[in-house]
């Protein structure tokens, strides 16, 4: 349902009056984090609790971000969820071919394939939950 224009708002207004500031903000910091994160070297992958460890924490922190991405815009638009997915995963990829130029890091078709997993998995909650809350 699209709300009309208000007569007295500035444009910019308008256009951030569909988000949800707090979780823009959450977006914004959890992806600066992950990019960070994974920016940093590693000093001994093999210490990892268990076998497959990075692909959970790869699918846990992209999972987090889409989440927190998609919460920010209030809009239930399939459009909304296919951008972020997108977006997402674009950035995953992108992260993983800098990854080359880290000491101690090295890029991963399957470390990508986690984080897009990880989005995946984010917004079906998301959608999910989404549902939910429309039909109570």
């Known amino acids: 349902m699209r709300h009309p224009p208000h007569p007295r708002l500035p444009?910019?207004?308008?256009?951030l009056s569909g988000v949800a500031k707090p979780w823009l903000v959450a977006a914004l910091i959890w992806t600066v984090l992950v990019l960070t994160a994974n920016s940093l070297s590693v000093r001994d992958p093999r210490r990892a609790p268990f076998p497959g460890a990075d692909k959970v924490t790869h699918a846990g922190m992209y999972g987090a971000a889409?989440?927190?991405?998609?919460r920010a815009f209030r809009a239930p638009s399939d459009r909304i969820t296919w951008l972020v997915a997108s977006g997402m995963t674009a950035l995953g990829a992108a992260d993983e071919w800098h990854q080359q130029w880290?000491?101690?890091?090295?890029?991963e078709v399957?470390?990508?394939l986690a984080?897009?997993?990880?989005?995946?998995v984010a917004l079906l909650a998301w959608r999910s939950l989404h549902t939910r809350e429309r039909l109570s």
Do not use: E
């Open 11 to 15: 444009r910019r207004h308008l256009i």
């Open 66 to 70: 889409a989440y927190a991405w998609r």
């Open 102 to 107: 880290v000491p101690g890091r090295s890029p």
């Open 110 to 112: 399957l470390d990508w």
């Open 115 to 120: 984080d897009a997993s990880g989005v995946v």
